[in-house]
């Protein structure tokens, strides 16, 4: 597999005036050319203080990535944005709302100063023609678009680098149900087209299992499961990715305990000691509280942070 993006032990402290919040405490994963990773888990569990941190919006506290085979530092965020561009959730806040479409997508070649004036025009043409903008748009400005069509802005001004690896961070939360699906599918294609890398955050898991090829469970600042899409759908071995499961209409989840979430995330500023998940988790045992879980493989592929998970898996699969 050619490893087009590769993250090692991350880490992002936010200091408030109340204490420092460990936004993301050492994150790990790689992800495949072609591959999506989808990223899952609570509002405030870290999802966006990572994307941020990998594409150079903020600085990561420490960490190392890798992109395309070779070490980019982490902490100077120029020397990645031809390869890795972010997509954001809110097309509207993230598009400087004085700059007409055309403007929009060609800021960033401007920017890097790639092509002739002449190029840019016919490029930019293209990637809005191949976004679904037609032409009679190209000089309106974002507020004169509906959601859907500055989402497809946000992707056209994305590709205009050509770059390999794209973060997209809940690019259809804001979107109406109809129109999600259009933009998941422009993504998709994509993504086939241009042998794309997605790092892929919802909250929503089904449309995570839709677009990804792989799924990482993130809870208080680290991964707490890790694996191929359809395995964790069908078997997933996390406490907590069972409780988020449930949230769905999952009905591939092979038995095993109930879990429910009745409980708020824990206050980020003093994580529980050991399992962070422990204070919510039905099967929390004494060890949990003591001795802070690593992801361990439980299958290919699979790795699952649970002092529990061995027990666990025999027993989901032998109710299989
Ligand atoms: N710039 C910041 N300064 C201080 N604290 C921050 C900052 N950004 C995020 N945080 C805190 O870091 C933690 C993780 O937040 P983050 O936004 O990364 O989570 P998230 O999973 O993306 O949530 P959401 O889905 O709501 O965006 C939260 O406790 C949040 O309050």
Redesign the pocket.
Known sequence: MTRRLEVADLVVR?K?RKGT?H?VAGVSFEIGAGQTLGLV??????????ARAIVGLNKPTSGNLAINGTAVDPRRPSSRARDMQMIFQDPYGSLNPRLTVRELVEEPLKVHRLRSRAERREWVKALLDRVGIPETMHDRLPHQLSGGQRQRVGIARALALEPKIIICD?PVSALDVSVQAQVLNLLVDLQREQDLSYLF?S?DLEVIRYVSHWIAV?YLGVIVEIGPVDRIWKSPLHPYTRALMQTTDNREMQAGPEVKLNSELPN?LSPPSGCRFRTRCPLAIERCAQEEPQLREEAAGHKVACHRAQEWASRVSAAA
């Not at 888990?41 to 990572?50: D, F, I, N, Q, V």
């Open positions: 936010h408030t919040v936004a888990g609570e509002s405030g569990c870290g999802k966006s203080s990572l809940e955050i909250h993130m980020p």
